[in-house]
T-cell receptor, first 116, second 113 residues
Framework: AQSVTQLGSHVSVSEGALVLLRCNYS??????LFWYVQYPNQGLQLLLK??????LVKGINGFEAEFKKSETSFHLTKPSAHMSDAAEYFC??????????????FGTGTRLKVLA | DARVTQTPRHKVTEMGQEVTMRCQPI?????VFWYRQTMMQGLELLAY????????DSGMPKDRFSAEMPDATLATLKIQPSEPRDSAVYFC???????????FGQGTRLTVV
């Protein structure tokens, strides 16, 4: 069965500093992996996705993530944090449904705080 | 601009009352998901449908929750009777393949008093 683990429920960075949010996955088959962002009182929005093409995936708002099979990781990074990046971030894997179906399994989320 | 639409956005109800939440998935998507989000449990998958057929509702309390798709443009999640512990944000999402992302609605914030 697929699963994802997000390390660190809260991360604080200074404005302009590197953002690194960690996600490790478990999957018996090649995974499809996603990062979502959730702003207060909003639904989840896709930041980026990995679907077995390039291992370095670029997303919106300057975020990127690298798929590392050897480490079973899909960490999210951004070179320079902006105040508007403050939000909750979710890693997700798809698959694991019954007989050819699929479902999305989410991590517990990481709340990013950006300090002025 | 295709989007998942959920109604109502907010609902306050008294314990014991029936609550119905509605979702209009994106046209053409074949899978619909219901998630519940709380501070304690995070995002829990309650149920999902493919081509309107229920596939897995093992995440739902069976005695009080029910989920249906009367047609391709409407999914419903019903709670009867509601309890204070059901207070949460309920999200509907739709998708059309595991290599593509799930598209989320804005959620229904349910408060049971």
């Amino acid at each position: 069965a697929q699963s994802v683990t997000q390390l660190g429920s809260h991360v604080s960075v200074s404005e302009g500093a590197l953002v690194l949010l960690r996600c490790n996955y478990s999957s018996s088959v090649p995974p499809y992996l996603f990062w979502y962002v959730q702003y207060p009182n909003q639904g989840l929005q896709l930041l980026l996705k990995y679907t077995s093409a390039a291992t370095l995936v670029k997303g919106i708002n300057g975020f990127e993530a690298e798929f590392k099979k050897s480490e079973t990781s899909f960490h999210l990074t951004k070179p320079s944090a902006h105040m508007s990046d403050a939000a909750e971030y979710f890693c997700a894997v798809s698959g694991g449904g019954t007989s050819g179906t699929y479902k999305y399994i989410f991590g517990t989320g990481t709340r990013l705080k950006v300090l002025a | 601009d295709a989007r998942v639409t959920q109604t109502p956005r907010h609902k306050v109800t008294e314990m014991g009352q029936e609550v119905t939440m509605r979702c209009q998935p994106i046209l053409g998507h074949n899978t619909v998901f219901w998630y519940r989000q709380t501070m304690m449990q995070g995002l829990e998958l309650l149920a999902y449908f493919r081509n309107r057929a229920p596939l897995d509702d093992s995440g739902m309390p069976k005695d009080r929750f029910s989920a249906e798709m009367p047609d391709a443009t409407l999914a419903t999640l019903k709670i009867q009777p509601s309890e204070p512990r059901d207070s949460a944000v309920y999200f509907c999402a739709s998708g059309f393949g595991q290599a593509t992302e799930a598209f989320f609605g804005q959620g229904t914030r349910l408060t049971v008093v």
